[in-house]
């Protein structure tokens, strides 16, 4: 590979690489509305275009139960190893809009004073288009400089952020087409931009949805406050009993299952650089909280968290209306950790809120989707590969880090495909993603290009 060749292609055609990223940003391709399917089959027409351009063999717009996934493929040589791209093209809703300042698919470039080069604002620059968008660039760009050491296939979805219910499926009908050695997604954050890392985990995920039922109507709460049980006052008792003082989880059995690290693995988790006074001031907070006995990159890396997502029921209206509501609702999800199980701990939740809850009112609970925690270790071919290139970079041996986000599809690449995924994320937290104002930073965009090449080379000579 001639890591001078590439860096010099992608330095000749650094603006149109942008250029063609802010026009798949303008696409509001948002999974989640059902409105937006014409915008989500169009981003995924252009992203195949896009790979055909960069030199793919053969790419199709592949049909599933839900949205298409983008399936594309290079094959120089069946006795190569093959790197298969993960990826979503699809979006987070933008709402709340009005915390926006530029409306969130027209991309702008702006300095911030973590981007003194810029950055690009958008829904969906950092998660997932601009991260995406590198791969297809860095393989073009090994392409144009007859570098390409390896077979590559993408499979590029568009219903991550609504927990990719179509893409199991869909795997298993194409497992004869996705053999392959390894998965390569960016799809995470690294800590800083002088200081790489690399997820060694994600966490999985529990999303359940409960609804407290107490009278037939809504009564005056004169007329009856005292008297009725009031499912919104019923319902932040369920919830708020749900964590003790030691904010320790009550739910029964949601912690048989969890790994404790031992002291050693939780030695080198605190080698990360953290700042503490630095992460209160990004959020503005003036104290933290979590978990009894575990420090904060702990208690989002390797502990199982449950949070309330939403929440509402009653007068929500202008002014004030006396009144006690019949139902009251929310969506609380759980993030979980190896060994949990998405399954068994939705279950657990369910028994659980069923049976505190008091005979006043009904609680009915339905789950949402799931999907179950990895790791990924630091002595596999991938990571090692991974590791190297970024070195190469930075200048600087990348961190291992435990993500505390969730891709759900990765522990099904392993159960159905056989394969590792390699978490080669270049955004940071900071960057926004699914908030207002995300944005993605142009060195990120850059280096993750340059530096993906390096990933091909490193583990096709590893083997
Ligand atoms: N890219 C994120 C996951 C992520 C972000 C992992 C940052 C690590 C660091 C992904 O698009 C995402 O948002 N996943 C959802 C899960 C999904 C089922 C909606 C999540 O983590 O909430
Ligand atoms: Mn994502
Ligand atoms: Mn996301």
Request: net charge negative; aromatic share 8%; with cysteine.
């Amino acid at each position: 590979m001639d890591s001078a060749a590439i860096k010099n292609y992608i330095e000749q055609n650094k603006e149109r690489f942008l250029n063609e990223l802010m026009d798949l940003l303008k696409i509001p391709s948002i999974s989640a509305k059902s409105d937006y399917k014409d915008a989500v089959l169009q981003t995924a027409e252009a992203v195949k275009q896009r790979l055909l351009e960069a030199g793919v063999d053969k790419a199709e717009v592949s049909p599933s139960k839900g949205n298409p996934i983008v399936y594309a493929e290079k094959i120089i040589s069946p006795t190569l190893p093959t790197v298969i791209v993960y990826g979503h093209y699809d979006v987070q809703p933008a709402e709340p809009l009005d915390l926006w300042d530029s409306p969130p698919f027209e991309p702008v470039i702006k300095k911030t004073a973590v981007h003194p080069d810029g950055a690009i604002f958008a829904r969906g620059a950092c998660d997932d288009k601009g991260q995406m968008y590198m791969h297809v660039k860095a393989f073009e760009s090994m392409m144009k400089t007859n570098s390409l050491p390896c077979n590559v296939k993408f499979m590029i979805e568009g219903e991550e952020e609504v927990g990719s219910p179509s893409l199991g499926p869909w795997i298993i009908e194409n497992k004869s087409r996705l053999n392959g050695d390894v998965i390569l997604i960016s799809d995470t954050s690294m800590i800083a931009n002088d200081t790489p890392s690399i997820d060694t985990g994600l966490r999985g995920l529990a999303y359940m949805e409960v609804e407290v039922s107490g009278p037939n109507r809504d009564l005056h709460s004169g007329v009856y406050g005292g008297a009725v049980a009031n499912p919104i006052n019923v319902l932040c008792k369920l919830i708020a009993d749900c964590h003790d003082e030691n904010k320790h989880i009550t739910i029964p059995g949601f912690y048989d299952k969890v790994v404790e690290l031992s002291n050693a693995e939780r030695a080198d988790m605190a080698l990360a650089p953290f700042h503490l006074d630095e992460f209160k001031k990004d959020l503005n907070v003036s104290d933290i909280m979590g978990e009894k006995g575990y420090s904060t990159i702990e208690r989002t890396g390797i502990r199982p968290t449950l949070d309330v997502n939403g929440i509402w029921g009653g007068y929500i209206g202008e002014g004030a209306k006396t009144v006690l509501p019949a139902k009251a609702f929310a969506k609380i999800s759980m993030r979980l950790v190896p060994n949990q199980n998405s399954q068994e701990i939705s279950a657990l939740f369910q028994k659980h809120f069923e049976s505190v809850a008091p005979a006043s009112v009904k609680v009915k609970v339905t789950p949402h989707h799931g999907g179950e925690p990895v790791v990924v270790s630091t002595e596999s071919k991938g990571y090692k590969a991974a590791s190297a290139a970024m070195e190469s970079t930075f200048g600087k041996k990348p961190v291992p880090t435990r993500g505390g986000g969730s891709i759900p599809i990765v522990a099904l690449f392993k159960k159905e495909l056989g394969l590792d995924s390699i978490l080669f994320g270049f955004g940071l937290d900071s960057d926004a993603l699914h908030s207002p104002n995300e944005h993605y930073g142009l060195f990120n965009y850059y280096k993750g290009i340059e530096t993906i090449p390096l990933f091909y080379s490193n583990f096709t000579n590893q083997k």
